[in-house]
């Protein structure tokens, strides 16, 4: 179905141009100084037309407002039971015109991509939307095809969203955002005592780590590593309640977690983290729970001290790995 004229005529360039004469509501919704945008439809009756891109402005207007009745300008005068369904907001738009506002990345980021400084960044628009005595906003946001002219000047920077996070697609960026860090990111490369890592030389192992390709299993293993080197990632992740505690390994099980700690008994937070370590092209995994030690007694105070250097090294690693749950 085609566009609406209106909607046509919208493009990056229109987009981000000066508002010459900006409604007497704008300051009250925009804390931006210098206005930027455009006029949509020159009157909100229209939105009720049957333009696809329409179409998506009226569902932000309901989605971004949510469920609750219609929010209110500062000092609006409607009370409570004055408010409208948001649902029904199109019975109240009135014949006066619907502005655009471009979102824009300021700090012009377009990460893993090299960013470009002439380039807009935008990551979508605000519509506003007059209706009686009040203006509804709605987020609209854009994405470009990957390789398309819009993606490759940065102009617009959103990316449709991926299926699921662990998808194929999902580990391709997760490897690009890595090598970007590692390859570009000083930052990135330098340890808590603002050290710099030597990328070619892999870190000294945690005392006991599991070994997440043991042979053809499925299952991982804790070994103890002797001083051997090599590049993990170390999780960070909410503890459960003490009722609630992680599986841990502890003297009566120490043995068994070394010939191996079967898939099923592994909380799912763990095997994520497992699956999404391997996709990376790790070996090795340091989950606080099953590579400390315990004995069963109060693990938690002294946690803090000794994680400390598994995340320093693990962080700084390459493939710098730092998996959050
Ligand atoms: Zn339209
Ligand atoms: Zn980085």
């Given at each position: 179905?085609?566009?609406?004229?209106?909607?046509?005529?919208?493009?990056?360039?229109?987009?981000?141009?000066?508002?010459?004469?900006?409604?007497n509501?704008?300051?009250l919704?925009?804390?931006?100084?210098?206005?930027?945008?455009?006029?949509?439809?020159q009157s909100?009756?229209?939105?009720?037309?049957?333009?696809?891109?329409?179409?998506?402005?009226?569902?932000?207007?309901?989605?971004?407002?949510?469920?609750?009745?219609?929010?209110?300008?500062?000092?609006?005068s409607?009370?409570?039971?004055?408010?409208?369904?948001?649902?029904?907001?199109?019975?109240?738009?009135?014949?006066?015109?619907?502005?655009?506002?471009?979102k824009?990345?300021?700090?012009?980021?377009?990460?893993?991509?090299?960013?470009?400084?002439?380039a807009?960044?935008?990551?979508?628009?605000?519509?506003?939307?007059?209706?009686?005595?009040?203006?509804?906003?709605?987020?609209?946001?854009l994405?470009?095809?990957?390789?398309?002219?819009?993606?490759?000047?940065?102009?617009?920077?959103?990316?449709?969203?991926?299926?699921?996070?662990?998808?194929p697609?999902a580990?391709?960026?997760?490897?690009?955002w890595?090598?970007?860090?590692?390859q570009?990111?000083?930052?990135?490369?330098?340890?808590?005592?603002?050290a710099?890592v030597?990328?070619?030389?892999?870190p000294?192992?945690p005392?006991?780590i599991?070994d997440?390709w043991?042979?053809?299993s499925?299952?991982?293993?804790l070994?103890?590593?002797?001083?051997?080197?090599?590049?993990?990632?170390?999780?960070?992740?909410?503890?459960?309640?003490?009722?609630?505690?992680p599986?841990?390994?502890?003297?009566e099980?120490y043995?068994?977690?070394?010939?191996?700690?079967?898939w099923?008994?592994?909380p799912?937070a763990?095997?994520?983290?497992?699956v999404?370590?391997?996709?990376?092209?790790?070996?090795y995994l340091?989950?606080?729970?099953?590579?400390i030690?315990?004995h069963?007694?109060?693990?938690k105070?002294?946690r803090?001290?000794?994680?400390?250097?598994?995340?320093?090294e693990?962080?700084?690693?390459?493939?710098?790995?730092?998996?959050?749950?």
């Open positions: 179905m085609a566009l609406c004229s209106a909607c046509s005529s919208i493009s990056v360039e229109v987009l981000i141009q000066d508002l010459e004469d900006p409604p509501w704008w300051g919704v925009n804390s931006v100084s210098k206005p930027r945008g455009m006029i949509h439809l909100a009756l229209q939105l009720k037309q049957s333009c696809p891109l329409c179409a998506i402005i009226r569902a932000s207007i309901v989605q971004y407002n949510g469920d609750e009745k219609f929010p209110r300008l500062k000092g609006s409607a009370s409570p039971q004055e408010q409208w369904d948001v649902a029904e907001f199109e019975e109240h738009l009135i014949d006066a015109p619907i502005y655009l506002r471009p824009q990345d300021f700090l012009r980021r377009s990460f893993p991509e090299e960013s470009v400084l002439s807009w960044h935008l990551r979508g628009f605000t519509a506003f939307v007059p209706v009686q005595e009040d203006v509804l906003t709605g987020v609209v946001r994405f470009a095809q990957p390789g398309s002219a819009a993606a490759l000047s940065c102009d617009v920077i959103g990316r449709l969203a991926l299926p699921s996070s662990n998808c697609e580990y391709t960026l997760l490897r690009r890595i090598g970007t860090c590692v570009n990111h000083q930052i990135c490369r330098e340890t808590l005592s603002r710099l030597d990328e070619t030389t892999p000294v192992l005392t006991r599991l997440i043991p042979g053809n499925r299952d991982p293993r070994i103890e590593t002797h001083g051997s080197t090599g590049y993990y990632a170390a999780l960070s992740h909410c503890w459960p309640p003490p009722h609630k505690r599986i841990m390994t502890t003297l099980n043995e068994d977690r070394k010939a191996g700690i079967p099923a008994t592994i799912l763990y095997q994520h983290a497992i999404a370590a391997r996709e990376i092209g790790l070996t340091w989950i606080d729970s099953l590579c030690y315990s069963r007694s109060s693990i105070p002294r803090i001290l000794r994680f400390a250097p598994q995340f320093s693990s962080f700084h690693a390459d493939p710098c790995t730092y998996l959050a749950s």
